[in-house]
């Protein structure tokens, strides 16, 4: 059986440590494309070499040109300007919509018929402009930040309450930004819903109502403690497990941006839900019910996602 092709566009931090987990995982073979001459080729060489020490069979291969990604089957999108300190997610938007541009252009051109995964920020809006622009299927094209943002809130309440990060189940819904909506009534440790934790004494509300606000400032945290650029690990592992699912047909259950056609009361905007990640893209959308401090913040961070996509300037 040919090997699966993953084209990474971007060759960055987020991008160097997709390819390493993609050949430490034997996804298939990777193509680094980046506008920074010979750079993508640097990576691509020094994680080849890695590969007999590791112990894995996977080519890469460093291009600046576009032509590199034709006929992948997965596409990462992580090229754009990542934020400094002191700077939101949204403060990014026009100079990464323009870059979304060009990637859709080329991705229509060279892969229509791949699975994309855009991680570049401010991601809601980001992954609007590209399936716009790369005219592929919206189930085919989706946004990562769930699964980033869950992790977060799973290792906040693992460390709280002592106990493996395995078994800690969370839900974020929402945009990716400062109005995400992590859902402490649908998030349990193996299968106990953290307000039964609290009614157990394992922990306070107070305490819960921090974890969810470090959640939120998750990203911002990284970004000051690094000083130049922003997290890499957390969301590199986060859209591999994406593409894993996607590849494998493994019919994760994993929330991710993906385009509403009239869930949740939104139509044409992508927004982070639960969803069903199999061999056809994003194969269900889960509407789960929301009681209504949960729906108003939901909406707030929808009409925050949506502010922003009328604020992009093609
Ligand atoms: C984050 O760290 O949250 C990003 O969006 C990269």
């Known amino acids: 059986m040919a090997r699966k092709k993953l084209a990474l566009i971007g060759a960055g931090q987020i991008g160097g440590t997709l390819a390493h987990l993609i050949g430490l995982k ?4 990777v193509t680094l494309f980046d506008v920074a001459e010979s750079m993508p080729a640097g990576k691509a060489l020094d994680l080849v070499e890695s590969s007999p020490v590791s112990g894995f069979n996977a080519a890469f291969t460093g291009t600046n040109d576009y032509a590199g990604i034709e006929g992948a089957d997965v596409v990462i999108v992580t090229a754009g300007i990542p934020r400094k300190p002191g700077m939101s997610r949204d403060d990014l938007l026009n100079t990464n919509a323009g870059v979304m541009k060009a990637v859709g252009e080329s991705i229509k051109r060279y892969c229509p018929d791949a699975f994309v995964i855009c991680i570049t920020n401010p991601l809601d809006a980001m992954v609007w402009v590209l399936q716009q622009v790369a ?6 094209v989706v ?9 977060r809130f799973r290792y906040f309440l693992a460390e709280e309450f002592k106990v493996s990060v395995e078994d800690v189940t969370a839900f974020v819904l929402g945009g990716h930004g400062d109005s995400m909506v992590p859902l402490v009534r649908y998030s349990t440790v193996a299968g106990i819903p953290l307000p039964d934790l609290v009614k157990m004494g394992w922990t306070t509300k107070e305490k ?3 974890i969810v606000q470090r959640t939120r400032d998750g990203g911002a945290e990284i970004v000051s403690l690094l000083k130049t650029g922003s997290a890499f690990y957390a969301p590199a592992a986060s859209a591999v497990q994406m593409a894993e699912s996607y590849l494998k047909d493994q019919r994760r259950v994993l929330p991710c941006a993906a385009q509403l056609t009239g869930q949740y009361g939104v139509s044409g905007l992508y927004v982070g839900v639960p969803t069903v990640i199999g061999a056809a ?8 019910e929301l009681a209504s401090d949960e729906k108003a913040a939901f909406d707030k961070s929808v009409a925050a996602v949506k502010s922003l996509c009328d604020a992009v300037k093609l």
């Open 208 to 210: 819960l109502d921090s």
């Open 26 to 29: 034997e996804l298939g073979d």
């Open 281 to 288: 893209g994003v194969e269900k959308i889960i509407e789960i």
């Open 135 to 140: 005219g592929l299927p919206a189930q085919k």
């Open 143 to 151: 946004g990562m930040a769930g699964v980033l943002d869950s992790a």
